[in-house]
């Protein structure tokens, strides 16, 4: 049987060319059609109240975060400096309960680039806001020029999900971020590091993020996590 997996739903204002001055939820074709090729059935989850997230996930064997904009530093205590893009605290509220709340009911949590983040802050951890003005010897990790390609390497910790799903300890990988974890999440390992010494992956029972996008790249990512959906 196939795998239910909810995908949150990212938005944007309404367009000034619209004439509905509504917002718009989406996420990128990519992450539903790798889904659909590995087996699963995506949805997408548009949806900012907290009070029905139980409601909401109940259905789903698992919930994927993609990627998107910043999350807003004062959700891990901070202040948000000029480089830092956080639009929609509102967007920021709801993924962090729904990450908390598909674990909380035993659900596989996976996450990309945004949703690295966002795992990382909803167990706790924070964020660099920019690497490469915080963090002195970081590898331009905003790469948008080669979104399909891969850019630099990133060792994958022996026995993690990340060595099992590529079966080596080493992998090339694209990069569109400009912020990463400074501390990590209570209860998360790190299994995977770029080469400046960036985490790019972590895990632990029930989660698997990354801080690239696999659905741009070839590889087994979507494969896997399916088969984790699937238990």
């Given at each position: 049987m196939k795998p239910l997996i909810a995908i949150a739903g990212i938005f944007t204002e309404a367009r000034a060319t619209s004439v509905w001055k509504y917002r718009e939820y989406f996420v990128n074709e990519a992450y539903t059609s790798r889904l659909e090729d590995a087996g699963a059935i995506p949805y997408i989850l548009p949806g900012l109240k907290e009070d029905n997230i139980e409601e909401q996930i109940a259905p789903f064997s698992a919930l994927l975060i993609p990627g998107g904009k910043d999350f807003?530093?004062?959700c891990y205590h901070e202040l948000k400096k000029e480089c830092t893009q956080c639009p929609f605290r509102e967007l920021d509220n709801y993924q962090l309960?729904?990450?908390?709340?598909?674990?909380?009911?035993?659900?596989?949590?996976?996450?990309?680039?945004?949703?690295?983040?966002?795992?990382?802050?909803?167990?706790?951890?924070?964020?660099?806001?920019?690497?490469?003005?915080?963090?002195?010897?970081s590898l331009c990790h905003l790469r948008t020029d080669s979104p399909y390609q891969a850019v630099h390497t990133v060792s994958l910790k022996e026995g993690s999900h990340l060595h099992k799903m590529f079966g080596t300890t080493k992998i090339g990988v694209n990069s569109l971020h400009h912020q990463g974890i400074k501390n990590l999440g209570k209860?998360?390992?790190?299994?995977?590091?770029?080469?400046?010494?960036?985490?790019?992956g972590i895990e632990a029972e029930r989660i698997l993020a990354v801080q690239w996008h696999p659905?741009?790249?070839?590889g087994d990512f979507f494969s896997y996590i399916v088969s984790l959906a699937k238990g």
């Open positions: 807003n530093p004062a309960a729904l990450i908390k709340k598909a674990y909380q009911l035993g659900k596989w949590v996976f996450g990309i680039c945004r949703g690295f983040q966002g795992i990382n802050i909803a167990f706790g951890g924070s964020l660099y806001q920019d690497l490469s003005t915080e963090r002195t010897g209860g998360l390992v790190a299994s995977a590091f770029s080469e400046d010494g960036i985490i790019e659905e741009a790249l070839s």
